[in-house]
């Protein structure tokens, strides 16, 4: 059945339940109760339709920079943003694990993001000092972000069995204010 023939069935089921009714006083609380579930459902589609739209409005645009600073209005710390990729390549016939930064530098209180995009293989992405972890899928950019909290040089780096061994890691350097 067509949405058109779903509308007309509903409309002529009102109608008999409007006209079957004897008192006027129900008629009238009826077609209230009526008129109130249509506003109701207006007002839902209008917020679903404009969510909707609001999203695809503010999607971020990719970024290939591999550092980008910015700043956001609604927070006083200044955003550092990193672009890399996760991936291996051939050395003298075995894989070596690595990412496409291997040093990142921010100051205290900075907001770090970081999107790591897997180009070649199986990989995650871990800093225990600031409980980040990223299980990054191949050909997906996955976003991780964390304040700056801690003053000093922390190792980044894949758990990947054998993979930070090989020297899929690199440093977050975070510097003194």
Same mark, same amino acid.
């Given at each position: 059945?067509?949405r058109?023939?779903?509308g007309?069935k ?6 008999k339940?409007?006209?079957d009714?004897?008192n ?6 009826n077609n209230?109760?009526?008129v109130?579930?249509i506003i109701?459902a207006?007002?839902i589609?209008?917020s679903i ?14 970024n290939?920079a591999? /550092? #980008?600073e910015?700043s ?8 550092k943003e @990193?672009?890399m +990729?996760?991936?291996y =390549?051939?050395?003298?016939?075995q894989?070596?694990?690595?990412y496409?930064l291997?040093e990142?530098t921010?100051?205290?209180?900075d907001?770090v ?6 180009t070649k293989?199986a990989?995650d992405?871990?800093i225990?000092?600031y /409980? #980040? ?5 191949p ?5 991780v972000? @964390?304040?700056a +909290?801690k003053i000093? =040089? ?7 069995p054998?993979h930070?061994?090989?020297g899929?890691?690199?440093?977050l350097k975070?510097?003194a204010k």
């Open positions: 059945m067509t058109l023939g779903i007309r509903l409309i002529n089921n009102l109608n339940f409007i006209m009714t004897k006027p006083n129900e008629v009238k609380n209230l109760a009526i109130i579930v109701i207006v007002i589609g209008w339709f404009n969510s909707k739209k609001k999203v695809s409005e503010t999607a971020p645009a990719q290939s591999a /550092n #980008v910015t956001i209005a609604d927070t006083a710390a200044p955003v @990193f672009v +990729d996760s991936f =390549e051939m050395v003298d016939g894989p070596k694990p690595q496409s291997k990142i921010v100051n205290q209180g907001l993001r970081i999107k790591i995009t897997v293989g990989h992405f871990k225990d000092e /409980n #980040v972890y990223a299980d990054t899928q050909n997906q950019q996955m976003t972000e @964390f304040t +909290d000093g =040089e922390f190792i980044y780096y894949c758990t990947k054998g930070r061994a090989n899929h890691w690199g440093t975070v510097l």
